[in-house]
C-alpha cells in the first residue's frame, strides 16, 4: 500500500509543480492511402485518420479524469507526406485533408507533413519542400519537418540550402504573427521514427499501422527536487535527478499503457523527454540555474545540461518497457520563462545554445532571429546543427523564426504553449558562397574518435 | 471474481464539521468500501487521504467522482478521486 506522504507528494507535483503528461500522440501509417488520384488519395487519408483517432480525444479526456494527472496534448503523426504524394500534382491538397482530420478529430496538432531527404531527394521530395511555406501558412495544426541529414548518409547540402529558403518564406506568410508559421517547422538532422512531440512528429517508414506514443514532462517537479540538495555534491544532484525521473516516466507508462488498451493500438514508446513550458515553475533554465548557476548561459551551463539530461535517461529508462523518441532534455527559448529571461539579459546567445545542443536533446528550438536574416544565414546554421548531430549519432533539430520586422532585442509573442521569444542576434557576416555549392558532406568516420 | 479496482479519495481544505461524515456518505451511496482512512489537522488545514474498492457491480467511477465533485463546491474543500495505479506505479516496481 502507498503511503500518504508518498500520496502528498504526488498530489503536489500536479497542483504545484506542474507534473503532466504532454502529449499522447497516436501514430497512422498511411501507407495503405496511396492512389493515382489526388482526390481520392486526399479522401482516404481523411477517412483513415478520422476512423483511427476519433475517439483519441475523449479517451485522452477519460484517463485524465480517472488518474486525476492532466494530458495537455493530444495529437497525431502520420507517414511522412512525401512518401505517399508521389503521384499528386500539388501537395499542399494532402495538406488540406491533414488538417481537416485533426480538426475533425479534435487533436490540436498533427505531424508528418515531412520528407526524408538525408541522403537524396526524389521529385515528391523537392515538390513538398517547396510547398512547405504555402502548406504550413494556410493550414491551421498541420506541422512539417524535413530530415536533412544522418550519421550514416552524411548532410545533403542542397536539400539544407532548400530549407534556408523555405524557413524564410514561412515566415514571410506568416508575418502578421511574427513568422508563427516557423514554430509548425523543424529541420532534423537523425531524426527519429516514433517522436511523440511537436512540431517534430511523424510515423515513420519503419512503424507500423499505428501506435500510441507519450512523451512526459516535468520539469518543475526536477526543480523542486533539486531544491532539497542544496550545496551537496553533484553525486547527489544526478541521484536526485534519476530518482525524480524515475516517477515521472512511470506516470507516462501507466497513460500510455492505458490509452493503448482503451483505444486496442499497440503501445510504441514513452519519450522521456524534459519539456518545458512557459508558465512559472516549469523551466529546464531554472533547473540548470537551481545547480548553483547564476543565469542559464554563463560558464558551467553545458555540464549542468550534460549532467541533466543523462541523469534523466538513467531514471527513466527502468520506468518503462519502450523508451524511444528524443528523450532527453528540451531547450526551446520561447517555451521556457527561464531561458527567456537568459536569452532578454544576454546570457543566453545562439552560440552558447549551439553548445549546449551538443549534449541535450534537441537542438536550436524555437529561437527568434532577426527579420532581415538572409536564407543562406538560416542554412548555414542548420549545417553547423546537423554537423553536431551526424558527428555525434544523436538527433538534432533546428526551428528558426527568422521574425519579419524584428530585430535584435525585439519580442515575438506567440502565445500558449509557444510561449514569448526574444529576438537574439546572428552573425553578421556572410556564408552565401558555402550554401551555393550543393552536393553532400560525406558521412563521418565511427571509429578513430578523438 | 472481479479483480479489486481502488481509488484513492484525499481531501484537503479548512477543517469544518462533517467532512468524513459526508465523504463516507457518499461513497456508502455509491456503493464503495473504505479500506483504508487516515487523517490529520495541521494548523487548521484538514487533510484525509482515504482509500476505497470500487469494484462492486453497483459502484460507477464516475458517479463517484461526480457526486464527491459537487460535494467538494458545496463545503469548499478539494476533494479529488483518482484510481490507485497512478501512486502505486510512482513508487513501487
Known sequence: MVTTSEILSTLRMIDKQ?????????????????????????????????????????????????????????????????LISGGMKDPVRLAHALDNAAKQTGVNFIGGYSALVHKGMTQADQALIRSLPQALSETERLCGSVNIGSTKAGINMDAVRMMGQAVKQLAENTKDSGGFGCAKLVVFANAVEDNPFMAGAFHGPGEGDSAINVGVSGPGVVKSALEAVKGMPFDEVAETIKK????????????????????GVPFGIVDL???????????????????????????????????????????????????????????????????????????????????????????????????DTSAETISAIIADEAAIGMVNSKTVAVRLIPAPGRKVGDNVEFGGLFGRAPVIAVHPFSSKEFIARGGRIPAPLQSLKN | MNEQKRVVISVLGLDRKGIIARVSNALYNNDANILDISQTIVSGYFTMILVADISSEECSFDALSNELAALSEEMGVQIRVQRSEIFESMYRI
Open chain 1, 18 to 82: 506542474k507534473l503532466d503528461v504532454r502529449t499522447v500522440t497516436m501514430g497512422i501509417s498511411l501507407f495503405g492511402c496511396a492512389s493515382d488520384s489526388d482526390e481520392r488519395l486526399c479522401a482516404k487519408v481523411y477517412d483513415r485518420i478520422t476512423h483511427m483517432a476519433g475517439r483519441l480525444v475523449k479517451v485522452g479526456e477519460e484517463i485524465e479524469r480517472d488518474f486525476g494527472v492532466p494530458i495537455v496534448n493530444k495529437r497525431i503523426s502520420v507517414t511522412p507526406a512525401a
Open chain 1, 273 to 371: 523527454s524534459l519539456a518545458p513550458t512557459p508558465a512559472v515553475g516549469d523551466s529546464v533554465a531554472q533547473i540548470l540555474e537551481e545547480m548553483g548557476l547564476e543565469v542559464c548561459g554563463t560558464h558551467g551551463t553545458t555540464a549542468a545540461l550534460a549532467l541533466l539530461n543523462d541523469a534523466v535517461k538513467k531514471g527513466g529508462v527502468m520506468a518503462s518497457s519502450h523508451v524511444g523518441g528524443l528523450s532527453g532534455a528540451f531547450i526551446p527559448v520561447s517555451e521556457d520563462i527561464g531561458m527567456i529571461r537568459a536569452a532578454e539579459s544576454g546570457a543566453l546567445t545562439l552560440d552558447k545554445l549551439e553548445a549546449m545542443t551538443c549534449v541535450c536533446s534537441v537542438g536550436l528550438d524555437m529561437i527568434a532571429v532577426p527579420g
Open chain 1, 244 to 263: 525524480t525521473a524515475f516517477s515521472i516516466t512511470r506516470v507516462g507508462q501507466l497513460v500510455a499503457m492505458e490509452a493503448a488498451q482503451r483505444l
